[in-house]
Nanobody
Framework: QVQLVESGGGLVQAGGSLRLSCAAS????????MGWFRQAPGKEREFVAA????????NYADSAKGRFTISRDNAKNTVLLQMNSLKPEDTAVYYC????????????????????WGQGTQVTVSS
């Protein structure tokens, strides 16, 4: 079992930055791959970014490339999502997710590949 708690959401003006944090507990952190998803009102949950167990491999949605950076600190059981140059269309509830990963290099970008989810944190970008 893995428990995930997100933090760092809030209200920011367009062009600004936010850093989301996700703290994991309950399972050896280095055994799980991590990801961030988001869901805007009236829309389906969509992939944002993912990182492998070691942190060596990452994957981003096209909408996030060049603006968002995912990273992890295995010593602190934490995954971060640095979001720069935010746009109003980035407004959504952001969810942290964890996937058991037999392979250290695996990166997952489908919601169905993740076993555990956080409660979400709201990000609102004003124009």
């Amino acid at each position: 079992q893995v428990q995930l708690v997100e933090s760092g959401g809030g209200l920011v003006q367009a062009g600004g930055s936010l850093r989301l944090s996700c703290a994991a507990s309950g399972r050896t952190f280095i055994s799980i791959a991590m990801g961030w998803f988001r869901q805007a009102p009236g829309k389906e949950r969509e992939f944002v970014a993912a990182i492998s167990r070691s942190g060596a491999n990452t994957n981003y949605a096209d909408s996030a490339k060049g603006r968002f950076t995912i990273s992890r600190d295995n010593a602190k059981n934490t995954v971060l999502l640095q979001m720069n140059s935010l746009k109003p269309e980035d407004t959504a509830v952001y969810y942290c997710a964890a996937a058991t990963a037999p392979l250290v290099a695996s990166v997952f970008f489908k919601a169905g590949q993740y076993n555990y989810w956080g409660q979400g944190t709201q990000v609102t970008v004003s124009s």
